[in-house]
């Protein structure tokens, strides 16, 4: 987010370690390719970060980038099936299980969904937002 000078406010360390954190010192500020969504609406491409002259390089001791182009991205999801991605020991609740079950196990075991299942047939599926809209018609 940018300040009133325009340099970045906040930035997002999301999946870095303190350690990295505290190695980097002091966080982006927005002045190269990163500000730019910033400064410009648009959205930007560049195949060489270092060679484009808007580049302001990167801050001290920042962990190493790999860029890879979309359709590489896309070729290798397309590669993967879905059983290396899957949940193989599934928790599960039979049909006339409480709603306060099946909200204590996705909040307990932060799960997006509780799959439903009688006589070893999936009969549906209670989501966090199925949830929600119970608590809501019930107490409203």
Same mark, same amino acid.
């Given at each position: 987010?940018? /300040?009133?000078?325009?340099?970045?406010?906040q930035? =997002?360390?999301?999946?870095?370690t303190a *350690?990295?954190?505290?190695?980097?010192?002091?966080?982006?500020r927005?002045?190269?390719?990163?500000?730019?969504?910033?400064?410009?609406?648009?959205?930007?491409?560049?195949?060489?970060i270092?060679? /484009?002259?808007?580049s302001?390089?990167?801050?001290?001791?920042h962990s190493?980038f790999i860029?890879?182009e979309r359709?590489? /991205?896309e =070729?290798?999801?397309?590669?993967?099936?879905?059983a *290396?991605?899957?949940?193989?020991?599934?928790v599960?609740?039979?049909?006339?299980?409480?709603?306060? /079950?099946? =909200?204590?196990?996705?909040h307990?075991?932060?799960?997006?969904g509780?799959p439903?299942?009688?006589?070893?047939?999936?009969v549906?599926?209670?989501?966090e937002?199925d949830l929600?809209?119970?608590?809501?018609?019930i107490l409203a």
């Amino acid at each position: 987010m940018p /300040d009133a000078s325009g340099e970045m406010e906040q930035f =997002a360390t999301s999946g870095m370690t303190a *350690e990295e954190i505290k190695r980097v010192g002091h966080p982006p500020r927005g002045k190269g390719l990163l500000g730019m969504p910033l400064r410009e609406p648009n959205s930007i491409r560049v195949s060489d970060i270092a060679a /484009d002259p808007r580049s302001a390089g990167f801050c001290e001791n920042h962990s190493p980038f790999i860029l890879r182009e979309r359709r590489e /991205d896309e =070729a290798l999801l397309d590669r993967v099936v879905a059983a *290396e991605c899957m949940t193989p020991d599934l928790v599960t609740l039979p049909p006339d299980a409480s709603v306060l /079950d099946a =909200a204590r196990l996705i909040h307990d075991r932060k799960f997006g969904g509780i799959p439903i299942v009688a006589d070893g047939r999936l009969v549906g599926v209670v989501t966090e937002t199925d949830l929600l809209a119970c608590f809501i018609s019930i107490l409203a």
